[in-house]
């Protein structure tokens, strides 16, 4: 289409330049004829008409009365919902291809008629005045610590007007992980901004109708740091926007840093930790200087750190537990009907009695949940081994998966006895060597010896080492060897150099299509000890090479490595009659020998197996001396080059 400036450009030519109309319409980019109707007259924007009227004809017209209606009661439903309801009722009328047409004229009614939408503010942001944070979920990004999968959160803290960010990996949106994460991205940015925005988490916003908008803890917080809080409404999380949008900045850069990484898995939490760090350092360096302009308005740090775990006074019932925030801990039953003080940080319950540490946990995640240590019990389930079968917590007294297995063990061969001989294991385990009773219920297992506390403690006591898995070693091999062993002419027409290396190495590889089907590697169970290679005859080998009677044995030719871990020992080789003398003259030589351009692929059977004994070799005799052989195996024959 001709643009008004090409019209303009095309008078300013013909009128102040002079020029002829065929080179003005060039200079513009026009058709003569097209230049001939702009020269005079309206330019094109004026002349275009309002397109008012209609192609073909209004397929919802007798309908569209009883939509509007229907939008103007529910302005929420969508025009797909519409079409679909239109062809229930009218089958047929309606095809699949006019929705298209009802979805815009539902949005031109929208526009012109429709209810108003919401309008967003723009806000300005002031340097040092607001830092935002929330919490966002990382478990789509499939990151693993040594090949298990990473169920994690992160605490995400944003300023405002620089957009300088920092992340904590936790694993709840619980008040301790909220602590921890603020004071670690307060200290490690080394100011405080003047005020603090989250949305409306439990944790730090009441629900409405409470008289204080924050809790309490939320509120010792930020007055330790000298914050003011900000609240958003109710299900308007666009309000908290800023971080919002971090969200997904901080993911999309995280996706793109792990594809580069080429990794997903890492070996240690503190690895994962150290990447993520080092992301955000990355991310952080490209906005020194907005951060310099807001560092002039952010306010101190207090001298020291609020303690971002929670205290809690609880007494240790009668079956040696407390109760901790809807879950179920045990602990020593010494301590049964005392009053000890249980502090909850974000991933660990620590119990303390008078001002000393007792023991530390993990803490348990979600509710309802036990952790019950066997340690603590199994002094007194011993005195009464009849709880053991219906207690309610009873899968926390498996340790391992060969304690259950030793449990249904027992109840299969003794099950009126089963509970008491498990407590006894189970109390051996706690005060001798969890590890070593472990140990000893696989070897039970393993084998046909039924499991009993008296048999594992004989095993203790003998001091059980079970075999370790050998660690198999794989040399790299020489390829070399095989150029020596099928393309030197030194080995063709041999020269021991090149067989010594091949045969002593190899435990697949190649020799001649004359040697026949079968071939044997075997030693005499003589003082001396000699490997022979012998080749027996066996009609048309896999080569398509005759085959000839064996001849006598003929004295070793070659001194080599055995393969396979065998002692060194000779090699000699036995030709069959009817060689040729070529052929004869390499077998002289202790070569293996192949008609020309040709070679059979062999291969090592029976590896890891001891070898067969055998008799009836030709050259000893009917009863000969038995021999201790590894049978080879053809692969195949092919062409060889050079």
Aim: charged share 25%.
């Amino acid at each position: 289409m001709v643009k008004d400036g090409q019209v303009r450009a095309l008078r300013v030519w013909v009128q102040e330049r002079e020029a002829s109309l065929s080179v003005a319409a060039m200079k513009t980019g026009m058709d003569r004829k097209t230049a001939r109707k702009y020269r005079r007259g309206k330019l094109p924007s004026e002349r275009v008409q309002d397109h008012d009227w209609r192609t073909r004809p209004d397929v919802f017209a007798d309908v569209w009365a009883e939509v509007q209606v229907r939008l103007e009661l529910s302005p929420g439903l969508e025009a797909k919902t519409l079409f679909e309801d239109l062809q229930r009722r009218f089958p047929g009328r309606f095809q699949d291809g006019q929705l298209r047409t009802l979805q815009r004229r539902v949005k031109r009614w929208r526009a012109l008629q429709g209810p108003d939408r919401e309008v967003f503010f723009a806000q300005k942001h002031e340097p040092g005045r607001l830092g935002a944070s929330d919490f966002t979920h990382l478990t789509s990004l499939n990151v693993t610590i040594a090949g298990v999968p990473f169920v994690h959160l992160v605490y995400h803290f944003v300023l405002t007007y620089s957009n300088w960010e920092h992340v904590t990996i936790c694993f709840s949106e619980s008040f301790e992980s909220f602590s921890a994460g603020l004071q670690e991205a307060l200290w490690e940015l080394g100011a405080v901004p003047e005020q603090h925005r989250s949305d409306r988490m439990s944790l730090a916003v009441h629900q409405d109708g409470h008289p204080e908008l924050f809790t309490q803890r939320y509120r010792a917080l930020l007055s330790h740091y000298g914050m003011r809080g900000q609240a958003i409404n109710a299900g308007q999380g666009h309000e908290n926007g800023d971080v919002e949008q971090s969200h997904n900045q901080f993911k999309r850069k995280l996706e793109q840093a792990l594809l580069l990484r080429g990794s997903r898995d890492f070996a240690t939490r503190e690895e994962y930790e150290a990447f993520l760090q080092a992301l955000c350092k990355q991310f952080n360096a490209g906005r020194q200087q907005r951060l310099a302009e807001e560092r002039t308005r952010l306010r101190p740090l207090p001298e020291r750190r609020l303690e971002s775990f929670k205290r809690l006074d609880v007494r240790v019932s009668p079956g040696s537990t407390i109760a901790l925030e809807r879950n179920l801990y045990s602990v020593p039953a010494r301590l049964i009907g005392e009053l000890v003080e249980a502090r909850l940080s974000a991933e660990a319950v620590q119990v303390w009695y008078g001002q000393q540490l007792v023991l530390t946990m993990p803490r348990l995640r979600g509710q309802h949940k036990h952790h019950i240590d066997y340690r603590h019990v199994i002094d007194w389930l011993v005195r009464k081994p009849g709880a053991f079968a219906e207690y309610r917590y009873q899968p926390d007294l498996f340790p391992t998966s060969r304690f259950r297995m030793a449990y249904d063990a027992l109840r299969a061969q003794h099950p009126e006895s089963a509970s008491r001989e498990y407590v006894h294991i189970l109390h051996l385990a706690a005060h001798e060597s969890e590890t070593g009773v472990d140990e000893a219920l696989q070897q039970l297992l393993s084998g046909s010896e039924p499991v009993s506390e008296a048999r594992i403690r004989e095993l203790l006591e003998k001091g059980l080492a079970l075999p370790t898995v050998p660690t198999v070693t794989v040399a790299n091999v020489c390829l070399a060897v095989y150029d020596d062993l099928l393309d030197s002419k030194e080995a063709y027409h041999g020269r021991t150099h090149g067989c010594e290396a091949a045969v002593g190495e190899l435990s697949e590889g190649t020799t001649s299509a004359d040697v026949s089907a079968s071939l044997r590697i075997g030693r005499e169970t003589s003082a001396t000890g000699n490997a022979e290679l012998r080749a027996l005859s066996a009609g048309v080998g896999d080569a398509g090479m005759p085959g000839a009677a064996p001849q006598e044995d003929r004295p070793a030719t070659a001194r080599i490595a055995s393969a396979l871990g065998e002692e060194p020992a000779n090699l000699r080789s036995e030709a069959s009659a009817g060689e040729s003398a070529a052929t004869g003259a390499c077998a002289l030589g202790g070569g293996l020998c192949r008609p020309t351009r040709e070679r059979v692929g062999i291969w090592q059977a029976g590896f890891g197996q001891d070898a067969p004994s055998m008799r009836h070799y030709p050259g000893t005799g009917a009863e000969g001396p038995a021999r201790f052989v590894q049978p080879v195996q053809l692969v195949g024959a092919g062409i060889t080059f050079g």
